[in-house]
Each structure stands twice: as C-alpha cells, then as structure tokens.
Nanobody, 117 residues
Framework: QVQLLESGGGLVQAGGSLTLSCTPS????????MAWYRQAPEKQRELVAS???????NYADPVKGRFTISRDNAKNTMSLQMDILKPEDTGIYYC???????????WGQGTQVTVSS
C-alpha cells in the first residue's frame, strides 16, 4: 500500500517560516501530480499548492509569493517552503499525490501547522 509520510509541521510565530516535506513509499516519479492541502478548524479542506511531474506549479491566491512547492526526484521528496506565515495559515496540512498510472489518489496523515500572532 502506498504511503505518504509528512514531516516539518510545528508552532511558529507570525512572520516566521516552516518547511514541510512529503516522502512517498514508492518512487516520486510514479506520481504525475503532487500537492499540499490544508484544513483549518471548522473549514473545508483546500488546495494550497501543486506540482506536476514536469514541475509546473499552481498556488492558491492566499499563499502566492509566500509559499514555494518543489519536488526532488533524487531525494524522493516533495516539499513546501512556507515564509511570512500568518495566523490564517494555521491548520492541518496534507500531502496528496495522483498516480501516473491507474488513476489512484493518495493522502498522507497530515501534519499540524500553528501560527501564533
């Protein structure tokens, strides 16, 4: 069974930075698209950023210019660099991946990000 292991969440003050990482249990180039979603308390899960196998990226408007998504095939890791964090960035961040073959979608367990004001 494919697993996505997230790391890097934590507590940070507003204006600070965090880096989230997602390491799959299979080769990262087996995914045509990887993404980060987040869910704030009492809100729906929303897309934060995505990156394709060809490294095309897409960002939600609230994080544009502050977050950077990347994937490193050699390290088999997808990352989200989060800068100038705001309290509204608080939530559980989930790694998501779409398989290259078979139209399968996978989710990680989530990692908590808390930004204090």
């Amino acid at each position: 069974q494919v697993q996505l292991l997230e790391s890097g969440g934590g507590l940070v003050q507003a204006g600070g930075s965090l880096t989230l990482s997602c390491t799959p249990s299979i080769k990262i180039y087996d995914f045509k698209r990887m993404a980060w979603y987040r869910q704030a308390p009492e809100k729906q899960r929303e897309l934060v950023a995505s990156i394709t196998l060809g490294r095309s990226t897409n960002y939600a408007d609230p994080v544009k210019g502050r977050f950077t998504i990347s994937r490193d095939n050699a390290k088999n890791t997808m990352s989200l660099q989060m800068d100038i964090l705001k309290p509204e960035d608080t939530g559980i961040y989930y790694c998501n991946a779409d398989s290259l073959l078979g139209a399968m979608e996978y989710w990680g367990q989530g990692t908590q990000v808390t930004v204090s004001s």
